[in-house]
């Protein structure tokens, strides 16, 4: 299994990005699929997942803000951020899990001020 995370930058306050995971090497359809992200000196935390049946859940700092996709088609999770705030200043990660956690490297995303 390989994730390739990318669409990171460097933003400012009140912008977007889109953060995009491509999946190989797993049947991605059935697969459910999370973005977590880890800021300086902070613990790794769940920003959103959604499933095989595209339900989706968020962490409570991102919701109405951040959303999670999926298309099959191309085996690719999105997640649009929006109003993008300092606070979300991280490393963010893609993960699926199918018999056991995968994880991209992770992408970075920088928001000032």
């Known amino acids: 299994v390989q994730l390739q995370a990318s669409g990171g930058g460097l933003v400012q306050a009140g912008g977007s990005l889109r953060l995009s995971c491509h999946a190989s090497?797993?049947?991605?359809?059935?697969?459910?699929v999370g973005w977590y992200r880890q800021g300086p000196a902070k613990a790794r935390e769940l920003v959103a997942e959604?499933?095989?049946?595209?339900?989706?859940q968020y962490a409570d700092s991102v919701k109405g803000r951040f959303a999670i996709s999926r298309d099959n088609v191309r085996r690719t999770s999105y997640l649009q951020m929006n109003s993008l705030k300092p606070e979300d200043t991280a490393v963010y990660f893609c993960?699926?899990?199918?018999?056991?956690?995968?994880w991209g490297r992770g992408t970075q995303v920088t928001v000032f001020s």
């Open positions: 959604i499933n095989s049946e595209g339900t989706t």
């Open positions: 090497g797993v049947n991605f359809r059935l697969t459910p």
């Open positions: 993960k699926v899990t199918r018999g056991g956690d995968f």
